[in-house]
């Protein structure tokens, strides 16, 4: 989804327009590639230190120690990490931004603190995943545009960043809905492993409540930016009303009735689906009037 993301932003987004943009189709693709390589490297940690956990939660998906060793599961954590940030070096460098390599070595770093510290830490952890998952998106607007941001075109340029920024809200909150219901769906092996989750902290009902609450933020805000931003555009209007703002309706009705762990994965799986059909909302810009 990350490099399915990253395309769209690229070729449905910016190019259709005629924006000036740093990157080429091999500079995109080094950057798809830093990005995926440094994210499999976080979910191999992630899988290391969730063993544990993962053998109570879902005992029939742990690949660390059945599939392949833990030290197998680390050299691969090494290799992907030292390809993906010498990609994200190589790549700043194309684009005449040496410093931006400091983003892909913070990702690798918050990656694995989130694995082995973080994640235990009550809604933090929680936060930074989220923050990562849009960071992804917004890294596009930071390697295509700001490079050849200049006083002609500061305007439009912005006016598209702005536009990658909303995708890159749109997705944190996505996300951290969908790991307070995972959180909610792993209480149980959370708990026995000594996490300190939101719905160990104040209770699974308490917990269940928050998500519920928190379920009217992106309810809400879409339905503002839809009848403030899109309401010529009838294509648009349908398109989010049947696969983004109805999507959310259904998981705000499921989470109040929401009682057992396959509830909750349910819940989880339909926020994974909001998230995509929320992206792939971006083949629509080129039918669609910018309102500066």
């Not at 702005?162 to 996300?175: P, Q, S, T």
């Not at 909610?184 to 104040?202: Q, R």
Request: a positive charge.
């Amino acid at each position: 989804m990350i490099g399915l993301v990253q395309l769209l932003v690229k070729y449905a987004l910016l190019e259709p327009f005629g924006v000036a943009t740093a990157l080429n189709g091999f500079g995109i693709t080094l950057l798809i590639l830093s990005t995926i390589f440094i994210a499999a490297a976080g979910n191999i940690i992630n899988d290391i230190q969730d063993v544990e956990t993962d053998e109570i939660n879902k005992p029939n998906k742990v690949i660390v120690g059945k599939s392949i060793s833990e030290k197998t599961a680390y050299n691969l954590f090494i290799a992907f990490n030292l390809i993906g940030v010498a990609l994200g070096f190589y790549v700043s460098h194309w684009v005449g931004k040496a410093p931006f390599f400091t983003i892909f070595v913070l990702i690798s770093a918050l990656l694995y603190v989130y694995a082995t510290t973080l994640k235990q830490t009550l809604l933090v952890g929680n936060i930074i995943i989220s923050a990562l998952v849009a960071l992804s998106i917004i890294i596009v607007g930071i390697f295509d545009l700001l490079p050849v941001i200049n006083p002609q075109n500061r305007t439009t340029q912005m006016l598209f960043f702005k536009v990658i920024l909303d995708y890159a809200l749109f997705a944190f909150i996505i996300n951290l809905l969908r790991e307070i219901a995972k959180d909610i769906e792993d209480i149980d092996g959370d708990y026995k492993s000594g996490m300190n989750t939101l719905p160990i902290a104040i209770g699974r009902n308490r917990a269940k409540t928050v998500l519920i609450t928190l379920n009217i933020i992106p309810l809400g805000a879409l339905v503002y930016y839809v009848s403030t931003n899109l309401y010529k555009q009838q294509m648009a209007v349908i398109y989010f009303l049947l696969f983004v703002i109805a999507p959310l309706i259904y998981i705000f009705i499921k989470c109040c009735y929401a009682s057992t762990k396959k509830d909750y994965h349910h819940i989880s799986n339909m926020y994974k689906l909001v998230m995509l059909f929320g992206m792939l909302s971006l083949l629509l810009y080129k039918f669609v009037i910018f309102n500066s």
